[in-house]
């Protein structure tokens, strides 16, 4: 089973500072993580990562939940792109 870290890596963040991450270290990593979801769940993949967007936003996590907002789009966009081919 893959383990998921819904929290984006700090990149050249000094101790105690709270710097967001490189946008394109984000974007790979939201990619990566899609990629994976869809590789283990299938057409279901959209469903596991809202259920996890859901409960991001039940624990009040804002960081999880806008990470796994962006995966539901990154899922919802690849399954469009491979159904207009």
Partial sequence: MLKYIARPVMV???RGAAKKPDR???QARVA???GELIAEHGPKAVHV???RLNDAIDRGD???R???AEIVCAI???DRSASIF
Wanted: avoid cysteine; aromatic fraction near 10%; proline fraction near 5%.
């Fill in 76 to 78: 919802i966009e690849q």
């Fill in 32 to 34: 990566q993580i899609a």
């Fill in 66 to 68: 806008d990470f796994y």
């Fill in 12 to 14: 050249n963040a000094p």
């Fill in 24 to 26: 394109s270290t984000h």
């Fill in 62 to 64: 804002r960081i999880s």
């Fill in 49 to 51: 990562a809202i259920g």
